[in-house]
């Protein structure tokens, strides 16, 4: 796709003392088989050389911007958000990646289904070495592509927001809770898929360390903000409200059990799929285009 005639995609990219692995996330988006992109990265008050890192790299198309004190999650992404420019918006975390060809195809897509506020994908998972061990899909085998909708406020997410490609649009009427240390992703989705439509790929785009969610401490913070976020709609949906409140208090007991009888990890891991073929060989032939990309930015 010519870089001219395609619309711009802002990618949101906010980190924290994330230097080790940032090398590998900036260069697979330099990979990007689509040129028409601009990169916002949020610095939330490292410590590391993160900031460093990113100014190091010679592409105007990354803005860095930084905060002088860590204000967490929902404060970094949505000073990224005020300043995106993009008909399009793409998430990138400074701890995992995304295949060269992932905006191009969510482009390409969006482009040709407009109704679709949002358009996201399976997940590649990755352990502490880099190696692939899994994939959480979002959709059937069988499915290519599964359309969703129109989006009700307490219903299930089926759609992964690392992986979304968003309409700009309706994520700035949206906006992140700067308040928010954990689970601001979905209750941002949540507003934004309201009363509209989504679409998942069954193929895998983006690949996530899988690493930091097996953490007890980081998931049960994750529930207790999802809790805040459900407690939004106790007054316009006051039954499911309840319901979904007691789904959160019932997993993190599960997940407590869980870590005390030391088979925690694996509780994490069973959210995933055994790799295809397929997924395989996508995987091994990103990981290779994005590791000589990288050889060559931070030479």
């Known amino acids: 796709m010519r870089a001219e005639k395609t619309p711009l995609v802002t990618v949101m990219l906010p980190c924290y003392n994330a230097e080790r692995t940032l090398r590998r996330a900036l260069a697979s988006l330099v990979a990007q088989t689509y040129g028409n992109w601009e990169c916002i990265f949020v610095d939330d008050g490292s410590t590391d050389g993160s900031r460093s890192l990113v100014e190091s790299v010679c592409d105007p198309r990354i803005e860095a911007l930084s905060f002088p004190r860590n204000r967490g999650r929902g404060a970094a992404r949505q000073l990224a958000l005020s300043r995106v420019r993009g008909k399009y918006l793409a998430l990138l975390d400074a701890d995992d990646w995304i295949y060269p060809w992932?905006?191009?195809?969510?482009?390409?897509?969006?482009?040709?289904?407009?109704?679709?506020?949002?358009?996201?994908?399976?997940?590649?998972?990755?352990?502490?070495?880099?190696?692939?061990?899994?994939?959480?899909?979002?959709?059937?085998?069988?499915?290519?592509?599964?359309?969703?909708?129109?989006?009700?406020?307490?219903?299930?997410?089926?759609?992964?927001?690392?992986?979304?490609?968003?309409?700009?649009?309706?994520?700035?009427?949206?906006?992140?809770?700067?308040?928010?240390?954990?689970?601001?992703?979905?209750?941002?989705?949540?507003?934004?898929?309201?009363?509209?439509?989504?679409?998942?790929?069954?193929?895998?785009?983006?690949?996530?360390?899988?690493?930091?969610?097996?953490?007890?401490?980081?998931?049960?913070?994750?529930?207790?903000?999802?809790?805040?976020?459900?407690?939004?709609?106790?007054?316009?949906?006051?039954?499911?409200?309840?319901?979904?409140?007691?789904q959160c208090l019932t997993k993190s007991a599960l997940y407590r059990l869980s870590f005390w009888a030391g088979i925690g990890r694996r509780l994490v891991q069973v959210r995933c799929s055994k790799p295809s073929e397929a997924d395989r060989r996508d995987f091994a032939l990103a990981r290779q285009t994005v590791n000589e990309i990288c050889a060559r930015v931070f030479h």
């Open 102 to 246: 992932k905006l191009e195809r969510q482009v390409r897509l969006m482009e040709e289904i407009p109704s679709l506020a949002a358009l996201g994908s399976a997940m590649a998972i990755i352990d502490e070495r880099g190696d692939l061990v899994g994939v959480r899909p979002q959709t059937s085998r069988s499915r290519p592509m599964a359309v969703r909708g129109p989006f009700a406020p307490l219903d299930a997410l089926r759609i992964s927001f690392a992986t979304s490609l968003i309409q700009a649009k309706f994520a700035r009427e949206a906006g992140f809770e700067e308040g928010f240390q954990r689970s601001e992703d979905g209750d941002f989705l949540r507003r934004v898929l309201a009363c509209r439509y989504y679409a998942s790929l069954h193929e895998a785009t983006y690949v996530y360390s899988w690493c930091e969610s097996a953490n007890l401490e980081s998931i049960l913070e994750g529930m207790r903000y999802r809790e805040l976020s459900i407690v939004k709609y106790r007054h316009a949906c006051p039954v499911r409200s309840r319901v979904r409140r007691l």
